[in-house]
């Protein structure tokens, strides 16, 4: 049978999107229509978790199991909708205020357990949702809503924070380039376990359009580098720790760690083998 072929179009919904115009998310929306596109993932294959926040709207707008959870857990959510049917391709989605802060718990264990999973933070450095107060990655002496006299704290660093917790394909993409991050995320979802895509995704309603230039003026594209290679862990530190650059592109990729599922297929295995309980009433009567 021929296969048919997807366009981005057969992605998009009919929900109208309520983004403020020149809002970067919509930038990250197009690239996610046409990554699944390319890699021809029917809709009914593919879902979506987002958190609560602007950016988290996005499982609305994709035509896909879509699931707008609640503040910080997409993805536990995610991680159980995986368990329970490998055979989906499942993106996770939302802003730096969902899963950098209230979902940091949630990051960690995500990392440390490697589901197969493709996690978009949309990092526009503000909380936008809730009218502009400072967020995790805001940085430091910024003016906010709940910062008047400039942001104290230092900014969260999420590349070298999944870096050091194991995470083996970390990225990061820029909304005002679309044909680049639709590359990124397409290797994100190709990878086997947890994929980090952060995306510098503008506020331009509590930030302003300024942070497009800013980006523009500070971003380094890791593949015009010519000696950078993403397999390098000192390689990809030294990136994510960069002052006055930003580095865009996937920052590290290695192969080979076994996903949550792959431990849990293991680990089912060997019950199966051992034969430990007949059924699952011997099993009930251990905690008598
Ligand atoms: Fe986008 Fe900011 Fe508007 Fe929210 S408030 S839709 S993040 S521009």
């Given at each position: 049978?021929?296969?048919?072929?997807?366009?981005?179009?057969?992605?998009?919904?009919?929900?109208?999107?309520?983004?403020?115009?020149?809002?970067?998310?919509?930038?990250?929306?197009?690239?996610?229509?046409?990554?699944?596109?390319?890699?021809?993932?029917?809709?009914?294959?593919?879902?979506?978790?987002?958190?609560?926040?602007?950016?988290?709207?996005?499982?609305?707008?994709?035509?896909?199991?879509?699931?707008?959870?609640?503040?910080?857990?997409?993805?536990?959510?995610?991680?159980?909708?995986?368990?329970?049917?490998?055979?989906?391709?499942?993106?996770?989605?939302?802003?730096?205020?969902?899963?950098?802060?209230?979902?940091?718990?949630?990051?960690?264990?995500?990392?440390?357990?490697?589901?197969?999973?493709?996690?978009?933070?949309?990092?526009?450095?503000?909380?936008?949702?809730?009218?502009?107060?400072v967020s995790p990655t805001?940085?430091?002496?910024?003016?906010?809503?709940?910062?008047?006299?400039?942001?104290?704290?230092?900014?969260?660093?999420?590349?070298?924070?999944?870096?050091?917790?194991?995470?083996?394909?970390?990225?990061?993409?820029?909304?005002?380039?679309?044909?680049?991050?639709?590359?990124?995320?397409?290797?994100?979802?190709?990878?086997?376990?947890?994929?980090?895509?952060?995306?510098?995704?503008?506020?331009?309603?509590?930030?302003?359009?300024?942070?497009?230039?800013?980006?523009?003026?500070?971003?380094?594209?890791?593949?015009?580098?010519?000696?950078?290679?993403?397999?390098?862990?000192?390689?990809?530190?030294?990136?994510?720790?960069w002052r006055d650059k930003?580095?865009?592109?996937?920052?590290?990729?290695?192969?080979?760690?076994?996903?949550?599922?792959?431990?849990?297929?293991?680990v089912q295995a060997k019950?199966?083998?051992?034969?430990?309980?007949?059924?699952?009433?011997?099993?009930?009567?251990?905690?008598?």
């Amino acid at each position: 049978m021929e296969k048919v072929k997807l366009t981005a179009k057969d992605y998009k919904t009919k929900i109208p999107i309520v983004w403020c115009p020149g809002c970067g998310d919509f930038g990250v929306l197009a690239a996610i229509h046409q990554a699944v596109a390319d890699l021809a993932i029917p809709p009914e294959k593919l879902g979506v978790v987002s958190g609560i926040g602007c950016s988290s709207r996005i499982a609305g707008y994709i035509n896909a199991y879509g699931f707008n959870s609640i503040h910080g857990r997409p993805l536990p959510i995610a991680t159980g909708a995986k368990v329970a049917n490998p055979e989906l391709t499942m993106l996770v989605a939302g802003g730096d205020g969902d899963g950098y802060s209230i979902g940091m718990g949630h990051f960690v264990h995500a990392i440390r357990r490697n589901p197969d999973l493709t996690y978009i933070v949309m990092d526009n450095r503000i909380y936008g949702l809730t009218k502009g107060q400072v967020s995790p990655t805001t940085p430091e002496g910024d003016v906010t809503k709940t910062t008047p006299s400039g942001n104290p704290e230092r900014p969260l660093n999420p590349l070298a924070l999944a870096l050091e917790l194991g995470a083996t394909y970390i990225a990061q993409g820029f909304s005002g380039n679309v044909k680049h991050l639709k590359e990124l995320i397409k290797k994100g979802i190709e990878h086997k376990g947890f994929s980090l895509i952060n995306v510098l995704s503008p506020c331009v309603t509590f930030r302003g359009k300024q942070e497009y230039d800013y980006v523009r003026q500070h971003g380094v594209y890791l593949d015009e580098l010519g000696d950078y290679d993403p397999s390098d862990w000192n390689k990809a530190h030294e990136a994510t720790q960069w002052r006055d650059k930003l580095p865009i592109g996937v920052i590290y990729h290695v192969h080979g760690r076994k996903t949550l599922g792959d431990e849990i297929a293991e680990v089912q295995a060997k019950a199966r083998a051992k034969k430990v309980y007949k059924d699952v009433r011997e099993l009930i009567d251990t905690f008598r």
